[in-house]
């Protein structure tokens, strides 16, 4: 069986525990990767830093962003993600607690695919990370992309 890569971008532990648990309680089979800050959402993307030296990674195949990162916010990073050939085309999912219209139209300036907001209610929050999971991995075509 293939799992699906999910890369999840997420800085709170509770948000992260409960996006990680819905994803595996779906039907969807993935992989997921959590990083906990901007600085090594890039890093783990384009093989920076602490992940230079390891052997490549396959790319996500949906990246769940949070806003309200530190180091970069989640803003930044998606800057950096739609600038760069590898990446551009990777769906990204901004998953976050703000309800601040500036943010949502911010996001979707800068080529976000979609906006979430977190659900307070923990059912809720459960049920919208299964969703994501189910439409970005089962549903949603991915773009193909090419061996470096």
């Known amino acids: 069986m293939i799992l699906n890569q999910i890369l999840l ?17 779906s039907t969807v089979a993935s ?3 959590v990083v906990r800050d901007g600085v090594e959402a890039v890093n783990y993307l384009f093989n920076l830093g602490e992940f230079e030296a390891g052997a490549p ?6 990246i769940l962003l949070d806003l309200k990162l530190p180091k970069l916010d989640g803003l930044g990073v998606l800057r950096r ?15 976050s607690s703000s309800d601040e219209v500036a943010d949502r139209i911010q996001g979707y300036a800068l080529g976000a695919n ?9 059912a809720q929050f459960l049920f919208a990370a299964q969703q994501l999971g189910v439409y970005w991995l089962q549903l949603n075509e991915p773009p193909v ?3 470096n």
């Open 145 to 147: 992309f090419q061996a």
């Open 31 to 33: 992989n997921v990767f």
């Open 9 to 25: 971008v997420e800085d709170n532990a509770d948000d992260e525990a409960l996006t990680v648990r819905a994803l595996k309680k």
């Open 114 to 122: 979609s906006y979430v907001r977190k659900p307070v209610d923990f």
């Open 81 to 95: 993600i739609r600038a760069d050939e590898r990446t551009r085309l990777i769906p990204v999912v901004i998953l």
């Open 57 to 62: 990674h396959p790319l996500p195949q949906v």
